[in-house]
């Protein structure tokens, strides 16, 4: 484990008990401000996560996975299908006319064990973009399943991180199209994204 993850994970739980520990941990990683970085890889991402305090849904549970297993607590992680014109979110005019034309999306959540039952945990959105209609967790009980950010098509789930990478590599999750188009579509998306958040949080 990196040393910022160990020292963070250090800082988090001092002096709480395991239940409190793990809602700590969830709250801390769900608040992390959600900004599409381009770091998924599940060593680096975690990292840059904590370096830079944002990213997406691959480092924010690929680190809650870490810190889960720390706690002695088994983990798996599920892929969610979905597409960001089917999430019930006020757009702004200009990601509106984008969010319809984007491929299929594998979002990625964790399922903790905890009290002998497989939990999903989904700590995506930081709070404030609740009030342009995320779906924030805001307080988890520490036992029972959170909502899942995005409206899923499915659920895949993988036993480790290597059948997480595995699935993206699949066929199964090729994009409809390869080309270029959609590539500057969807880096468009993100970049405009990452900018309406800023203001939703800036207020």
Not at 119 to 140: C, H, Y
Request: hydrophobic share 35%; aromatic share 10%; charged share 30%.
């Amino acid at each position: 484990m990196h040393k910022i993850i160990l020292k963070t994970f250090t800082e988090w739980t001092k002096d709480l008990d395991l239940k409190e520990s793990r809602i700590k941990i969830f709250e801390n990683i769900r608040d992390i401000p959600y900004v599409v970085t381009g770091i998924t890889d599940p060593e680096r991402g975690p990292v840059e996560l904590l370096l830079q305090n944002k990213g997406t849904c691959s480092p924010k549970h690929f680190l809650l996975g870490m810190m889960y297993q720390k706690l002695g607590i088994p983990v798996k992680y599920g892929s969610y299908p979905f597409r960001w014109g089917d999430l019930n979110v006020d757009y702004p005019e200009n990601l509106k006319k984008m969010v319809n034309k984007l491929p299929v999306t594998p979002h990625l959540a964790l399922k903790a064990y905890i009290n002998n039952m497989w939990v999903l945990l989904d700590a995506t959105w930081d709070p404030p973009l609740k009030k342009v209609g995320f779906p924030v967790n805001e307080k988890w009980d520490g036992f029972t399943d959170t909502q899942n950010a995005v409206p899923a098509t499915e659920e895949i789930i993988h036993d480790s991180i290597e059948e997480r990478i595995e699935f993206l590599e699949s066929d199964s999750t090729e994009q409809e199209s390869d080309s270029t188009e959609q590539d500057e579509l969807i880096e468009k998306f993100c970049n405009e994204l990452n900018r309406w958040f800023e203001e939703v949080r800036s207020g």
